[in-house]
């Protein structure tokens, strides 16, 4: 299927570029903003059109509907949930503490990069509530009504019974009774490999974001700010348009790459995709450019000065690895091959808020 927004991709690169690098992050208080779209999207009755200054949101009792279009909807802070075509959901709460969806038609994944421990996320469909209460990636089909766990572990009640489901796992949710089944990890389809992809994109617009944050010295924001990293409720007073308001543990808008992604607080996380989510408190290590080789006593082992770092892959300009598979993760969580689409592809594609800087690459059809 051919996005709708193709023509207007040019116009979209040329007013990203207007964009000040300290534009106003996203500050979402409450979940449901989508920040991507392709195709025929729908909140309400009205269709999402393009935008370079704001995101739409689906408020409570509002309902989300694709026809041949999907869409990318930002939920509690680091946990993404990505619609397929012909699929829709209803959010019935979206506060933060207590975030409660069902999902009507179609198919959902749940990506769950980060869950903080004050937020609840809730998944109703048919006669099951999914509790995602761990990070992992989680797929739910209407017909028939099931949930398959990639990577986690979902807690399903149906019923006045409740069945933890682990990965490889999965559980039909239109019956009384649970049965939980295997299933094969490696059978993906076109919805599946669109989602790692776009999970990719978010990570690699991760890094700048995080730098952004290091280098503006967040830690020590004016003295009349006190804003911190560990602590991103400590940015009372700082201006909505400033760096250093909320500057890790939410979303942020990033506008080289013309999207959203997430910021972590403390150390690096990985997506159950296997991508690193870089913090701004050790993002300096990405950039991090060993000294040349002097010619032998470099150390034990000799010759290799400069710095080692086991969890990032050498390159020629020094240490990269932003978007690389954790150790054991990779393939295995979910091994879902992304049919040879970089991570840049991104042709006829739109951010919901931005015309998508970096896209994700169309359906994978």
Avoid at 86 to 99: A, E, V, W
Avoid at 139 to 153: I, T
Avoid at 246 to 270: A, E, K, L, Q, S
Avoid at 334 to 360: D, P
Wanted: hydrophobic letters at 35%; one cysteine or more; glycine letters at 14%.
């Amino acid at each position: 299927m051919k996005p709708v927004w193709s023509m207007a991709l040019t116009v979209a690169a040329v007013a990203l570029a207007a964009i000040p690098a300290s534009a106003q992050p996203v500050i979402s208080a409450k979940s449901g903003l989508v920040s991507y779209i392709e195709g025929k999207v729908f909140v309400g009755d009205q269709e999402v059109q393009p935008s370079l200054t704001s995101f739409p949101d689906v408020k409570e009792k509002m309902v989300l509907r694709t026809t041949e279009g999907r869409a990318e909807v930002l939920l509690t802070p680091g946990v993404f949930l990505r619609v397929g075509e012909n699929s829709s959901f209803r959010m019935i709460t979206n506060r933060l503490i207590d975030t409660r969806l069902e999902i009507l038609t179609g198919s959902v994944v749940v990506e769950a990069d980060d869950v903080a421990k004050d937020t609840n996320l809730t998944i109703v469909a048919d006669k099951a509530a999914v509790l995602i209460a761990r990070h992992g990636l989680y797929r739910f089909d209407m017909e028939p009504a099931r949930v398959k766990v990639f990577d986690g572990v979902a807690s399903v009640t149906t019923g006045e019974q409740t069945s933890p489901v682990a990965a490889g796992r999965m559980l039909r949710l239109d019956s009384e009774t649970a049965s939980v089944e295997k299933f094969d990890k490696e059978a993906t389809d076109a919805f599946d490999r669109w989602s790692k992809r776009r999970a990719e994109n978010v990570a690699m617009a991760n890094v700048s974001s995080a730098k952004q944050v290091h280098d503006y010295g967040c830690t020590n924001y004016g003295s009349n700010y006190g804003t911190n990293w560990a602590n991103p409720a400590n940015s009372a007073g700082v201006p909505v348009n400033s760096p250093c308001n909320n500057p890790c543990g939410g979303w942020r808008y990033n506008p080289w790459y013309g999207m959203v992604t997430y910021v972590p607080c403390g150390g690096n996380i990985y997506s159950p995709y296997g991508y690193r989510y870089w913090s701004p408190n050790n993002v300096a290590r990405m950039y991090y450019v060993p000294p040349p080789n002097r010619g032998g006593m470099g150390g034990f082992g000799g010759g290799n000065g400069g710095g080692y770092y086991p969890s990032m892959g050498s390159s020629g300009g020094g240490y990269s690895g932003a978007v690389a598979s954790a150790p054991g993760v990779g393939a295995s969580s979910g091994a879902m091959s992304s049919s040879g689409s970089s991570a840049a592809s991104g042709a006829g594609a739109s951010s919901a808020g931005h015309g998508g800087g970096a896209s994700s690459g169309g359906h994978g059809k």
